[in-house]
């Protein structure tokens, strides 16, 4: 809006008293978003690429990721981390690229957590990341959390149907 149109609306915009607070946020959300989105689009290249390597996990999480493996169940998960992961680097569709690594990231919470906790560091990480972009975008997800919600009936869609005068 022009400054001008302002002065001429006498309308009175109030100055934040935190601005460091809001720039600080704002910040750290960019860099979280970002760092999000690079390791998944790096971890999920890598699932198609194989140029991290990494030695194949003893015990159920070998046979766990055996089973994964062979079942091409990686495959998708990786796809799926690509593409989320480069959705929130060119930051586009930041709410749908969390509704897809949200089940991610809890698999690989609980996996660590249950089976193999030495990439437990990394995965508390991630969460924090996403928890963090999730709260910069969660009027997004507004509609998710409303206890109930007012469904219209066939009579009320009758009466908002337009008609033309034909």
Do not use: D
């Amino acid at each position: 809006m022009p400054v001008g149109y302002a002065k001429a609306r006498n309308i009175v915009f109030p100055r934040s008293t935190s601005w460091p607070h809001c720039l600080v946020m704002k910040i750290l959300t960019h860099i979280s978003r970002f760092l999000l989105g690079l390791i998944f689009l790096i971890f999920g290249l890598n699932g198609f690429l194989h140029f991290i390597p990494m030695p194949p996990p003893s015990g159920v999480a070998g046979q766990f990721i055996g089973a994964l493996f062979v079942s091409k169940h990686l495959l998708v998960v990786s796809a799926l981390q690509v593409i989320s992961g480069a959705l929130l680097l060119i930051n586009r569709y930041v709410p749908l690229a969390l509704t897809i690594l949200a089940p991610i990231i809890v698999n690989i919470l609980l996996y660590h957590v249950l089976m193999n906790p030495t990439g437990l560091g990394l995965a508390f990480f991630v969460t924090v990341l996403c928890g963090i972009v999730f709260a910069s975008v969660r009027l997004a997800f507004a509609g998710i959390f409303e206890a109930r919600v007012e469904t219209k009936t066939s009579e009320v869609r009758r009466q908002a149907r337009v008609i033309s005068p034909a």
